[in-house]
């Protein structure tokens, strides 16, 4: 709020982390004077769109694997120059990785970016090559981004009530925020 940098987000800590964030940032502007009324907030998303949700869904583990891979690297788990992509503490179990990834046909793909920008975000920055995805697989759903996800989010924004909500409710601490890093996969962890 300070710099008036756009944050970044993640996906992966789900609506109430990314609410979370949103509400520091609105009350962080409103200590600095500054206008808290539609700050830019930034999602960062692995996004996989395909014909059908099934279809989308068969490409999971290979989102799994990065993710794991991600936050092995960023606490330097290499072992004989590999990468130790275990499971891990805090992992969101297949619901939770379902609920918190762009994965599926267009209509789904469109729902959740709408859902996005009702919890603030106003940018998204899809991950489409993760895991050992294959080629055809990426630039098939890079091709219904554009021609189907993209155009239907043209006018689609954050309401504007939301911002006066936040920056009346109950403040989120540091500690709280980094807790939520330890709870499971982070911003870091899928950049």
């Known amino acids: 709020a300070k710099w008036d940098m756009m944050p ?6 789900g609506a109430g982390g990314v609410r979370s964030h949103l509400t520091s940032l609105v ?3 409103d200590a600095e004077g500054k206008d808290y009324h539609r700050p830019e907030l930034g999602l960062q998303s692995i996004t996989q769109v395909a014909a059908t949700d099934a ?4 490409e999971l583990d290979h989102a799994r694997w990065q993710i794991r891979a991600g936050r092995a690297l960023n606490r ?4 004989n120059g590999r990468v130790s992509a275990g499971p891990f503490e805090g ?3 297949e619901k939770g990785l ?3 990834l762009f994965f599926g046909n267009p209509d789904t793909v469109i729902k959740k970016f709408h859902q996005a920008a009702a919890l603030g975000v106003t940018h998204v ?3 489409m090559m993760f895991g050992d ?7 098939r759903s890079i091709k219904y981004m554009g021609e189907e996800v993209i155009p239907a989010m043209k006018d689609v924004e954050p309401p504007m009530e939301l911002y006066d909500n936040l920056v009346n409710a109950p403040a989120v601490t540091t500690a709280e925020l980094q807790a939520a890093r330890f709870r499971g996969p982070s911003p870091s962890d899928v950049t």
């Open 27 to 29: 009350q962080a502007l």
């Open 98 to 100: 379902q609920e918190s």
């Open 133 to 139: 995805i294959s080629h055809n697989k990426i630039m």
């Open 8 to 13: 970044i987000t993640t996906g992966l800590l």
């Open 125 to 127: 920055s899809n991950w």
């Open 76 to 79: 330097l788990e290499v072992h």
């Open 55 to 58: 279809e989308a869904l068969e």
């Open 91 to 93: 992992e969101l179990d």
